[in-house]
């Protein structure tokens, strides 16, 4: 099971670092947060994120499932720092907060929003929520 876990996050690192590439940064953070939004929303995906799985059922009880998942998070919040500061140097990114602050939230609207829409939330309310998170860039 941690085989299938730890392929999983790494192929996700990729796709996480491939799409925080993009130019300009926000075009990249934005882009970032409805890929996983639209993930979740394909039925070829199985039942979500496997991360967030994990973090929410095994972690409280299996200490390396739970180091495994802190380091997804850190990972995560890590590249979306990088990102933000890329964006304020581009001019993408316009917000006085610090980019560490702003990733910190925009890492609780990562679980969040994967939360809401496997519930299967109305998808014109998750997707203006995310509008709005992502002014906090602005």
Known sequence: MLEALDAYRSQRQRDMADVLAMAPARAGIEAFFRMVVEDIRDPAQGSGCMSINHAVEMAPH??????????????????????????????????????????????????????????GIDRTRVDEGLSLVLTLLD
């Open 62 to 119: 299996d200490d390396e499932i739970r180091r495994r998942t802190e380091s997804d998070f850190q990972s995560i919040e890590q590249a979306l720092t990088s990102a933000i500061r890329r964006g304020k140097e581009d001019g993408s990114v316009t917000s006085s907060r610090s980019s560490v602050d702003l990733a910190k939230l925009l890492i609780v609207t990562f679980s969040g929003l994967q939360v809401l829409t496997r519930s």
